[in-house]
């Protein structure tokens, strides 16, 4: 294939990696060339009491502990170069920024694997549809370190718009055959970390309760990459605009409602007190959709609730790459390809461009994302076009299909996932 000629060192960790899945006393979960198999009936089940592990880095200062930020805000290009262009925030260790972002593949179900770990210490995190009513997160680590981030999970299609717009080193457990292809074949081939015999403690197994889970280290990465002869050098992130002063207008936006099956459903409940949302997810399946019962998710790394300055939910489109009675794969198009199609909110968009619901100070407002380039974040604007302001601060995205239903609610909004047939 066109891949291993194009990266030997691909096809090399690749062989390693399953040479050394045969070789171990425990099975592996894992294969790159995996076939996707349907997702097993949910049950209810509690989440486990947090662990009393405490962060690996200094935490970034939050928002709400900005008495001199510049009334001008940060971004969306001349960051300083001690300001993470994710966040908007100074960093305590300006050298953290001389490396590239990593996205980190995080799995959302089981319900007994919750709460996952490291979550709460990411600049950014994704949240999207992968196939039978689950979700997955690509949470993406700059600004400061985890030195436990998972359970990390297999890669899909989605995750090809992430890594490019972050230019990013890419960490993940497998692939369907053929999302691994289109990964091997993507300018981040070299930057993808699979586990191997040499990828710990980068990367490394951990089994509380004999889970086995596979977990990432981001302090640990930077030297195992050097082994690898990766590029991990500071990458342009310019794009985002960050202002600590909410924009005039909005809708009341205390509560976010996103639901995205009879079992993945979420809260966000804007906390005054922090001027932050906190995340409420599923208990337990709901599949006819009138009884959600909710559980605040925290950070079995950290202790601390999750939490952002900024929710963003995303309307993109997504089509069907694969689709039989128990099997689904998506593609979502986040770039021209899409061409002309109609948004979640009834107006035409672009590839490259759709409706945005930003959600910050307890305000909901109406705005359109923008992938400008392949290789540039993610940026909102206005509807004058203008760069509109992130809070300071971690940012998650919810994303959702653009036939997908966005209703008000008294006190937000609330968005049901959907996807045209």
Not at 81 to 99: F, H
Not at 142 to 166: H, L, T
Not at 193 to 199: G, M, R
Not at 214 to 234: H, I, P, Q
């Amino acid at each position: 294939m066109e891949w291993r000629k194009k990266y030997p060192l691909v096809g090399l960790l690749l062989l390693v990696f399953l040479l050394s899945s045969c070789a171990r006393a425990t099975p592996s979960v894992f294969s790159p060339t995996a076939t996707l198999v349907p997702v097993a009936t949910l049950t209810p089940s509690p989440l486990p009491p947090t662990a009393t592990l405490a962060p690996s880095s200094t935490p970034e200062p939050t928002a709400t502990s900005l008495p001199d930020y510049p009334l001008e805000g940060y971004g969306p290009s001349g960051f300083p170069a001690d300001v993470n262009p994710l966040t908007g925030l100074r960093v305590a260790d300006p050298n953290l920024l001389n490396r590239r972002p990593v996205v980190i593949k995080v799995e959302n179900l089981p319900r007994e694997h919750r709460p996952q770990y490291g979550l709460s210490l990411a600049d950014l995190v994704y949240e999207y549809y992968t196939e039978q009513g689950t979700t997955r997160f690509a949470a993406i680590f700059y600004g400061q370190d985890a030195e436990k981030v998972g359970p990390i999970r297999s890669g899909r299609f989605f995750d090809v718009n992430v890594v490019q717009m972050y230019r990013a080193v890419f960490i993940f457990g497998s692939a369907y055959s053929a999302v691994f292809e289109r990964f091997a074949n993507s300018d981040f081939a070299p930057r993808m970390v699979l586990e191997n015999p040499q990828s710990c403690p980068a990367l490394c197994r951990f089994e509380p309760q004999g889970r086995n889970f596979l977990m990432a280290n981001t302090r640990e990465l930077g030297a195992y990459l050097k082994t690898r002869n990766v590029d991990n050098s500071r990458q342009p992130l310019e794009g985002m605009y960050f202002n600590l002063q909410a924009p005039a207008g909005g809708e009341t936006g205390e509560q976010v409602y996103v639901r995205y099956s009879g079992a993945i459903y979420n809260r966000w409940d804007y906390d005054p007190a922090t001027g932050r949302y906190l995340r409420f997810v599923d208990a337990k399946d709901d599949v006819n959709r009138n009884n959600p019962q909710y559980v605040q998710l925290t950070d079995a790394l950290t202790s601390q609730p999750i939490a952002a300055d900024t929710v963003v939910t995303l309307c993109v489109p997504h089509e069907y790459f694969f689709k039989s009675t128990e099997i689904e794969v998506l593609d979502m198009k986040m770039d021209a390809s899409a061409g002309s199609y109609r948004g979640c909110d009834g107006q035409i968009y672009s590839g490259g461009t759709g409706a945005a619901y930003v959600a910050r100070d307890g305000k909901i407002y109406k705005a359109q994302w923008s992938r400008p380039k392949q290789d540039a974040p993610l940026t909102l604007l206005d509807e004058q076009g203008k760069p509109f302001p992130f809070k300071p601060g971690q940012t998650w995205f919810e994303v959702i299909g653009a036939s997908s239903k966005v209703e008000k609610t008294d006190n937000g909004y609330r968005f049901t996932f959907a996807i045209a047939p």
